[in-house]
């Protein structure tokens, strides 16, 4: 006669992001993003205790004065801390990554849920000013749109999230259409869920991780283009510290005063090499197909 095992509870299947972070545990590059990532975040958010000095105040005894002990890189045109502007200018850079990314979601999801689930008119409407503004690149669309709202970081950070918005109505529109058709949203159908239930209980968490990889790197290409934006003026309006902004003065004195573009270009390469590692490991990890 066996006797019956008291105490054993089955085991509890892990869930698939559960999975998704055991298989991005394994890639070191995108461990490596992740960390530079949480490292930017932390100096955006406690700049005002970092920051050995004042962003803004200038010291016209160190103009343009050499990396030392009492300023570790350097100081600008006007004897302004080069290492305490680019611990502020996180901010920036994080604040129009991150809002702009959430604008382009805002916009560009519903627009491509809506063409890819209802399709007909609706979709080729959606998809034809789609293609229209695809037409244009995406750092051109940026600055016009800058310049049409006018030279601030909050104007910025529309141009960019608006130029943005048509990759993820395309996305979202090409994961909709593979999706409406499975099993399980036919079942939903079948058994009288209302067409805004089938998309937002059934569709919309089934096309979040190819949404969550395409925003990683969408932060990335934000960056760049907030960077671009305030060298060109049109973003993070001065005084305010801005990577971009400081690249645009120190071009002006980069053969006596390398360390004044040095140290805001490195800030820009690493915050966007990491976004880009930490997307690629997201899509990767994300993927179904991995075992």
Same mark, same amino acid.
């Given at each position: 006669?066996?006797?019956?095992?008291?105490?054993?509870?089955?085991?509890?299947?892990?869930?698939?992001?559960?999975?998704?972070?055991?298989?991005?545990?394994?890639?070191?590059?995108?461990?490596?993003?992740?960390?530079?990532?949480? +490292?930017?975040?932390?100096?955006?958010?406690?700049?005002?205790?970092?920051?050995?000095?004042?962003?803004?105040?200038?010291?016209? &005894? &160190?103009?343009?004065?050499?990396?030392?002990?009492?300023?570790?890189?350097?100081?600008?045109?006007?004897?302004?801390?080069?290492?305490?502007?680019?611990?502020?200018?996180?901010?920036?850079?994080?604040?129009?990554?991150?809002?702009?990314?959430?604008?382009? +979601?805002?916009?560009?999801?519903?627009?491509?849920?809506?063409?890819?689930?209802?399709?007909?008119?609706?979709?080729? =409407?959606?998809?034809?000013?789609?293609?229209?503004?695809?037409?244009?690149?995406?750092?051109?669309?940026?600055?016009?749109?800058?310049?049409?709202?006018?030279?601030?970081?909050?104007?910025?950070?529309?141009?960019?999230?608006?130029?943005?918005?048509?990759?993820?109505?395309?996305?979202?529109?090409?994961?909709?259409?593979?999706?409406?058709?499975?099993?399980? =949203?036919? &079942?939903?159908?079948? =058994?009288?869920?209302?067409?805004?239930?089938?998309?937002?209980?059934?569709?919309?968490?089934?096309?979040?991780?190819?949404? =969550?990889?395409?925003?990683?790197?969408?932060?990335?290409?934000?960056?760049?283009?907030?960077?671009?934006?305030?060298?060109?003026?049109?973003?993070?309006?001065?005084?305010?510290?801005?990577?971009?902004?400081?690249?645009?003065?120190?071009?002006?004195?980069?053969?006596?005063?390398?360390?004044?573009?040095?140290?805001?270009?490195?800030?820009?390469?690493?915050?966007?090499?990491?976004?880009?590692?930490?997307?690629?490991?997201?899509?990767?990890?994300?993927?179904?197909?991995?075992?």
């Amino acid at each position: 006669m066996n006797t019956p095992i008291v105490g054993t509870a089955p085991v509890r299947e892990a869930g698939p992001w559960q999975r998704a972070w055991r298989r991005l545990r394994r890639r070191h590059g995108a461990l490596f993003g992740l960390a530079i990532v949480l +490292l930017f975040v932390a100096l955006a958010v406690f700049a005002p205790w970092i920051a050995p000095h004042d962003p803004v105040a200038a010291s016209w &005894a &160190a103009i343009r004065k050499a990396p030392t002990a009492q300023y570790w890189l350097g100081t600008d045109e006007i004897g302004r801390d080069v290492l305490s502007r680019v611990i502020w200018g996180t901010r920036a850079s994080l604040l129009a990554g991150v809002v702009s990314v959430s604008i382009s +979601l805002l916009i560009g999801v519903p627009l491509g849920m809506a063409a890819g689930f209802l399709g007909g008119v609706v979709d080729a =409407v959606i998809s034809r000013v789609t293609d229209a503004f695809l037409a244009c690149p995406f750092l051109i669309l940026a600055i016009a749109l800058a310049a049409f709202l006018g030279p601030s970081l909050t104007n910025a950070m529309i141009a960019i999230g608006v130029s943005a918005a048509p990759v993820f109505v395309r996305l979202a529109r090409g994961q909709v259409l593979s999706v409406k058709v499975e099993d399980y =949203v036919e &079942a939903a159908r079948a =058994v009288g869920n209302s067409p805004l239930r089938i998309a937002l209980r059934h569709i919309l968490p089934n096309i979040t991780a190819p949404l =969550v990889v395409q925003a990683t790197l969408a932060i990335a290409a934000a960056v760049i283009a907030e960077a671009s934006l305030s060298f060109l003026g049109l973003g993070q309006q001065p005084p305010a510290p801005s990577w971009g902004s400081m690249l645009n003065t120190a071009k002006n004195y980069i053969d006596n005063s390398p360390w004044m573009a040095i140290s805001p270009g490195v800030a820009i390469f690493l915050l966007v090499l990491s976004f880009n590692l930490l997307g690629d490991g997201l899509r990767d990890a994300l993927d179904p197909r991995q075992r």
